[in-house]
């Protein structure tokens, strides 16, 4: 099986494809400071407890922060006794190249959404991940990475809120019925949320005025559903594109070394 790995700035999701499905899909907070044999112990209990009998011989890595990946390279060469392929990194290619500024280091789960995209519903894409950051990637006609939007991401907005003002709370994202908020809570929340549904359709108006073509909006991250409730924001919700995207990335290179 191949055990296909998402780390993100807040969360780390490890998922088992089978070849078909992902059988299992486990989540842990990012920590840098996590040794090979920690989430070896960690991903085991998880397997055993679900009752899962998995044989991984093949790992993919997808990783925006770069100091994590010396140990999953270690877990996956002490546990798999396989040399996984790191999205960005020699020995992973990319089924097309992005078309960005000479020298910008795109983020791996971007280029990673992108293939996952792509193969799904071909070129001309706009997919927005709500994740540490909400990010825009722009998917060409012929499946390239060419550019997009970094924005705040949801709970950032609203920790940074908490951080800087003594007064404000912290508090979770929530979909407010009114837009005047009668409350401190409710204000917060009505700035996140309906600032956020501004943003996703004012930033998707500009990316298609500035694109050429007719543009289709996939969304994916833990809070696609929130926002597109009630709103036509996306043509659709893909819960699973970054896991997708590994995949795909996987069986390309697999089929260019055959
Ligand atoms: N209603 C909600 N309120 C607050 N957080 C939510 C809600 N729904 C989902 N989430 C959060 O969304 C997260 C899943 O989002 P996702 O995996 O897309 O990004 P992330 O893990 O937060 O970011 P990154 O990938 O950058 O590390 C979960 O950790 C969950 O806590
Ligand atoms: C924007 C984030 C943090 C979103 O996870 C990540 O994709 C990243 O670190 N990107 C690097 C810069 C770029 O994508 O242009
Ligand atoms: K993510």
């Known amino acids: 099986m191949l055990l296909c790995i998402d780390c993100g700035n807040t969360n780390t999701v490890f998922a088992l494809w089978d070849g078909d499905d992902f059988v ?8 840098w400071q996590r040794t090979a044999d920690q989430y070896f112990v960690w991903y085991t209990t998880l397997l055993n407890h679900h009752k899962i009998d998995a044989h991984v011989d093949e790992v993919i890595i997808s990783s925006t ?3 994590v990946v010396f140990n999953l390279r270690v877990m996956a060469d002490r546990y798999f006794g396989t040399r996984p392929y790191v999205v960005t990194k020699a020995g992973c290619l990319l089924p097309v190249d992005p078309r960005v500024d000479e020298g910008t280091q795109v983020g791996p789960d971007r280029l990673v959404n992108t293939a996952g995209a ?55 994202i929530t979909k407010p019925q009114a ?14 949320f309906w600032g956020y549904i501004g943003l996703i359709n004012g930033l998707c108006e500009r990316i298609k005025g500035e ?43 697999k089929d260019q070394n055959n």
Do not use: W
């Open 65 to 67: 922060v770069p100091r």
């Open 118 to 172: 792509f193969d799904r519903h071909g070129g001309d894409l706009i997919v927005v991940d709500f994740g540490t950051a909400t990010t825009f990637d722009v998917v060409a006609e012929d499946g390239a990475y060419v550019g997009g939007v970094i924005a705040p991401g949801v709970n950032l907005s609203l920790e940074a809120l908490h951080q800087a003002a003594a007064a404000l709370p912290h508090v979770d």
């Open 179 to 192: 837009v005047i908020g009668t409350n401190t809570v409710a204000c917060m929340q009505s700035g996140v």
């Open 24 to 31: 299992c899909t486990f989540r842990t907070s990012t920590e």
């Open 211 to 253: 694109y050429d073509r007719p543009m289709k909006v996939v969304g994916t991250g833990g809070l696609a559903p929130l926002f597109s409730s009630g709103y036509a924001l996306f043509d659709c919700i893909e819960d699973d594109l970054t896991m997708h995207g590994l995949t795909v990335i996987h069986r390309f290179n």
